[in-house]
T-cell receptor
Framework: AQSVAQPEDQVNVAEGNPLTVKCTYS??????LFWYVQYPNRGLQFLLK??????LVKGSYGFEAEFNKSQTSFHLKKPSALVSDSALYFC?????????????FGPGTRLSVLP | EAQVTQNPRYLITVTGKKLTVTCSQN?????MSWYRQDPGLGLRQIYY???????DKGDVPEGYKVSRKEKRNFPLILESPSPNQTSLYFC????????????FGQGTRLTVV
């Protein structure tokens, strides 16, 4: 079965410093990986995805993610954090069930950017 | 504007009183799904639908029903809500290929007392 792990419940970083939110996955076959962000009282917003090609994927709001097949990881990164980046971040992988449309989500990582 | 609309946003109800949470999308998406979000568990899928009149169970379907009579609408029905269904619920839709992202509604915070 597909699964996603986010080993950190909470990540704290100072404004202006680089940030990393970690994600590892377990899938059979090629992974289709996604990052979503949830701001307070809002739905999930798509940040970026890896389907194939370059291992470094660029997304919205200055975020990027690095796909590493050997380590089965898909860490989210940003060179310089903003206070407004504080939110709940979810890593997800497409599941084979549901005609490949279903997602399996990680438990989420809460990012706090301190001024 | 492309969007997924859920109603209501907040709901407090009593055990056993039937309720329906509506979900509507304006993007002509084939696929729609319901998730519940609980702290430390991420989002878990309740039901999904690949097209009109085609629905299937997700990982946590017990206590829920859905219907897909029209392409744009995918209501979630709790026939007899219980306190363990207190959660944050999200509806999502996507065009129907594994390569595309899903669009999520704003969420419905349900409290069953």
């Amino acid at each position: 079965a597909q699964s996603v792990a986010q080993p950190e419940d909470q990540v704290n970083v100072a404004e202006g410093n680089p940030l990393t939110v970690k994600c590892t996955y377990s899938v059979s076959g090629n992974p289709y990986l996604f990052w979503y962000v949830q701001y307070p009282n809002r739905g999930l917003q798509f940040l970026l995805k890896y389907i194939t090609g370059d291992n470094l994927v660029k997304g919205s709001y200055g975020f990027e993610a690095e796909f590493n097949k050997s380590q089965t990881s898909f860490h989210l990164k940003k060179p310089s954090a903003l206070v407004s980046d504080s939110a709940l971040y979810f890593c997800a992988v497409r599941d084979r069930k549901g005609y490949g449309q279903n997602f399996v989500f990680g438990p989420g990582t809460r990012l706090s950017v301190l001024p | 504007e492309a969007q997924v609309t859920q109603n209501p946003r907040y709901l407090i109800t009593v055990t056993g009183k039937k309720l329906t949470v509506t979900c509507s999308q304006n993007m002509n998406h084939e696929y729609m799904s319901w998730y519940r979000q609980d702290p430390g568990l991420g989002l878990r899928q309740i039901y999904y639908s690949m097209n009109v009149e085609v629905t299937d169970k997700g990982d946590v379907p017990e206590g829920y029903k859905v219907s897909r009579k029209e392409k744009r609408n995918f209501p979630l029905i709790l026939e007899s809500p219980s306190p363990n269904q207190t959660s944050l619920y999200f509806c999502a839709s996507s065009p129907g290929t594994p390569l595309t992202e899903a669009f999520f509604g704003q969420g419905t915070r349900l409290t069953v007392v």
